[in-house]
T-cell receptor
């Protein structure tokens, strides 16, 4: 059974600080990694994709991938109250059409 | 935003009745997926499709069936709804299997 683990939280971070969200996965064959943001009562929204080791930056968001250690993380710089949401990590294996999702981390940004 | 429409958006029905949820896409994507989302379980895959008339089971497929007769439409059917199938159902689409999926707005289904 492939697993994707996230800290369930909730995680509280002061406005303007860096929020750090972590995800570990069990299958070493995993090739594609995604972060989704989900506001309460809404659908998941893709915010980052990462496919190779290292960092990928997009605005205030940075995804970090370490395949040797089997973890992927998401950093949110200059956190804003609008970043308060549940963040889902999703992992896809090579040649597999399916994603495995973590249960999500609820993030609250405190003004 | 990806052109995905789920219908209905909300439904309340009784145990034992059949229910069909529809997902319609305008992106001409090959892959379509049905998930359910429940507190404490996250998103769980019910069924998915990799082409017209080509479908496969996910991790929680018991009690559900699907059909895809056209590229743009993917139907999820609960033949005889049970209270355990009360959930929020999301449809997702993807251009290729290893690419990110994009989600519809969801259907909130309550079975009494």
């Amino acid at each position: 059974q492939k697993e994707v683990e996230q800290n369930s939280g909730p995680l509280s971070v002061p406005e303007g600080a860096i929020a750090s969200l972590n995800c570990t996965y069990s299958d070493r064959g995993s090739q594609s990694f995604f972060w989704y943001r989900q506001y309460s009562g809404k659908s998941p929204e893709l915010i980052m994709s990462i496919y190779s080791n290292g960092d990928k930056e997009d605005g205030r968001f940075t995804a970090q991938l370490n395949k040797a250690s089997q973890y992927v993380s998401l950093l949110i710089r200059d956190s804003q109250p609008s970043d308060s949401a549940t963040y889902l990590c999703a992992v896809n294996d090579f040649g597999n059409e399916k994603l495995t999702f973590g249960t999500g981390t609820r993030l609250t940004i405190i003004p | 935003d990806a052109g995905i429409t789920q219908s209905p958006r909300h439904k309340v029905t009784e145990t034992g009745t059949p229910v069909t949820l529809r997902c319609h896409q305008t992106e001409n994507h090959r892959y379509m997926y049905w998930y359910r989302q429940d507190p404490g379980h996250g998103l769980r895959l019910i069924h998915y499709s990799y082409g017209v008339k080509d479908t496969d089971k996910g991790e929680v497929s018991d009690g559900y069936s699907v059909s895809r007769s056209k590229t743009e439409d993917f139907l999820l059917t609960l033949e005889s709804a049970t209270s355990s199938q009360t959930s929020v159902y999301f449809c997702a689409i993807s251009d290729r299997g290893n690419q990110p999926q994009h989600f519809g707005d969801g259907t909130r289904l309550s079975i009494l």
